[in-house]
Structure formats: C-alpha cells, structure tokens
C-alpha cells in the first residue's frame, strides 16, 4: 500500500505527488491525463516566476517533476470509487474504473475541474482563437477589443466588471429574462459606460475567420429574431463543475458538487485530503492549486506521523 496516494495529476496533484515524495513515503498518483487542464490552455502568463509559457510544455514540466522523484505514476486510469478506512490509520480503497484497487493511508484528492460549454458550432474550433474561459488568465490578450461574455450569473458579471476595465466593450448575453447574479454584481456593471446587456438571448453560433472568432450569433428568445455581433472575443462563463462525481455520497460536498476542505485541505474523512479546482476554496487557479497541493501533502504527511497504524 502508498502511504500517500494522489488521484489527478493537474498542478494540484502534482504538487502534492512532489511534496510527498520528498518526504521519503511511499507515493503514487493516478490520473486519466497527466497536466489536467494546463493541456488544453494556450498561453499561461500568470505563474509568477515564469513569464510567459505555453499549456503542453508546463503540463510536460509537472510530469517531469514529479519523475524526478521516486513517485508511482499511473497516467490514463480513471477513479470510479473511495471508500474510506474502517477506522484512522486504517487503509483507504481507490477503486479504479479498470477493476484495479489501489489502497493507501492517506488520500490527495486533487481531480479538477471542467468548464461547462455552450454546445454551439464554432466554440470547439476556435477555442483558444478568441473563445475562452477564464478572465484572469487571458482578459489581458483582448486589450482595447470588443468581446462577449455568456452567462449572466455571477461568475460571468464579475467577468464582464473585470473585462470592461481592459477591452473596448463588453456585451452580456443572458439567456433567461434577466440577469442572474448578486444585484450588488449587477448595479456595478450598470454603471459602466462600455456593457451592453442582452437578456432573452441565446447564442446560436461563434463565427469566425478560420483562423480567429470575429463574431456570434444570437436569437432573440421573444422575437425570435436573430443577430450577428462582430467581435474579437468571447468569454463562455456559465459554469465550472467539479470532477467530483466519484467521491458524491462518500465525501462532504457543497450545493455546487466542490470538496468542502478546512484550512488544511482535510475533508470530513480522516486520512483523505482535497485540493485544487476540485474544492470549494475560491479562485481556480494554477497558482492556488499548486499551492493547495503542497497543503494537501503536508497536511496528509503530519496526518501520518500522528495516526498510529
Ligand atoms: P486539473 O488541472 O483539472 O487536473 C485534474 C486532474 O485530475 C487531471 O489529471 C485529470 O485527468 C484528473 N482526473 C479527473 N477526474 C479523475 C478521475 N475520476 N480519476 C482519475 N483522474 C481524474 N489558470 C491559470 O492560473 N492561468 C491560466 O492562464 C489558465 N488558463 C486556463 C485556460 C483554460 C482553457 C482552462 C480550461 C483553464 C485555465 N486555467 C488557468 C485554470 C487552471 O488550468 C486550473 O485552475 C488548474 O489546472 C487546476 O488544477 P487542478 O490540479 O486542481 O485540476
């Protein structure tokens, strides 16, 4: 059995994995893809200390550190189940969608997050070309240019309050009759010289070049008319939903499907931690994730040193 055993290998597992090792105990990591959702970003200019790199060449760069170490890496395997010691100190099963079962006593669950999609042509391919999902990461690429933001809850408010402050214009579509976040959110962005805010309005098609978005399409859900936008970017912000599926019914969630984690990145069971976009701990970030990742690891190591076997 692992003393740690880390599930998800994006920044949080791999932090974790690196922490843990160089404890000297006994370490696995199991993921269904090494790097997580680095992979699938363009440009990271926000990891301080490195200026500017590139999604596939960082998520390289995780798995390279983690090997650098005496870490048992199973990559391409997915979790299906947790199920948790007897007692503390005790061995805690991972079940794997492959029939495997991997036991340790301790857990790092660090499984992300994906980003929900509108499911409209264009978003797949010019993902990346213009479409995004995370205004810290790449509001700054769209200065002084005209971009939308989908989805009018909270997160896509605070998305078009923070862009409106670095673009030419910001459209808000809505889908529902109104908007959807805190009226404090709301007021805020009402008072911004450079939003226009679009309610009933569902977005058709993201068009573009072929190489790069220069637009999109909505109808209007009264009406039923339908209008094209020319714009250089858009932001889908109508959801982030945690990869926790595996772990509902085992460990404490909140209404949104996240971890709860303390301080600690401890959980309600002894022994298993979380970290990273996975819990409820704000800002998904690379950054935070790593961060909490080291947290988790550490917090699993003095779990150990504590816990008689
Ligand atoms: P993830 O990166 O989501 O990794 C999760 C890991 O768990 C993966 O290895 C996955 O395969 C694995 N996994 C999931 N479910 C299971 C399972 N059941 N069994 C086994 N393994 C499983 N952040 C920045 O700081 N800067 C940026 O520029 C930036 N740009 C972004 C661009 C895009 C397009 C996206 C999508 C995100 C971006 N982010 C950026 C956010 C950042 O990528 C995340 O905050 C960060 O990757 C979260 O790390 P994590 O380790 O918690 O989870």
């Known amino acids: 059995p692992f003393d740690v055993l880390v599930v998800g290998a994006g920044p949080a597992g791999a932090a974790a994995a690196v922490y843990a090792a160089r404890k000297g105990i006994r370490t696995g990591i199991v993921a269904d893809r090494f790097g997580g959702q680095v992979n699938d970003t363009l440009g990271i200019e926000n990891f301080i200390s490195v200026l500017k790199t590139e ?3 960082f998520a390289a760069d995780l798995e390279a550190h983690v090997r650098h170490y005496d870490v048992d890496v199973m990559n391409l ?3 299906a189940r947790v199920v948790p010691a007897e ?4 061995l805690i099963e991972v079940h794997l969608e492959n029939g495997g079962v991997l036991k340790s006593r301790s857990l790092v669950i660090a499984t992300g997050a994906r980003w929900r999609n509108v499911n409209v ?3 797949q391919e010019y ?3 213009g479409v995004a999902y995370c205004p810290h990461c790449d509001g700054p690429l769209f200065k002084g240019k005209r971009v939308a933001v989908i989805g009018g809850g909270n997160s896509g408010i605070e998305a078009a309050i923070d862009l409106a402050g670095i673009v030419s214009h910001v459209t808000v579509l809505e889908f529902a009759d109104k ?9 805020k962005l009402h008072s911004l010289p450079n939003v226009t805010v679009l309610t009933n309005a569902q977005t058709t098609e993201i068009t573009g070049d072929g190489s790069r978005v220069n637009g999109l399409t909505y109808r209007d859900r009264v009406s039923g008319e339908e209008t094209h936008l020319e714009l250089e970017g858009i932001f889908v912000q109508i959801g982030l939903v945690p990869n926790s599926e595996f772990v509902k019914g085992t460990l404490e969630l909140n209404r949104f499907g996240e971890i709860l984690v303390d301080a600690k990145c401890q959980t309600n069971v002894p022994g298993i931690f979380a970290a990273g976009d996975v819990t409820d701990v704000p800002y998904k970030q690379i950054i935070i994730s790593a961060g909490e990742g080291a947290k988790a690891a550490l917090s699993a190591f003095d779990y150990l040193i504590r816990t008689p076997v």
Request: aromatic share 0%; hydrophobic share 30%; proline share 12%.
């Open 55 to 57: 999604g596939p060449r």
């Open 77 to 79: 395997q997915r979790a």
């Open 87 to 90: 007692k503390p100190g005790g």
């Open 121 to 123: 042509p264009g978003e």
């Open 127 to 129: 993902r990346n070309k």
């Open 179 to 187: 908007l959807r976040a805190d009226a404090v959110l709301v007021d």
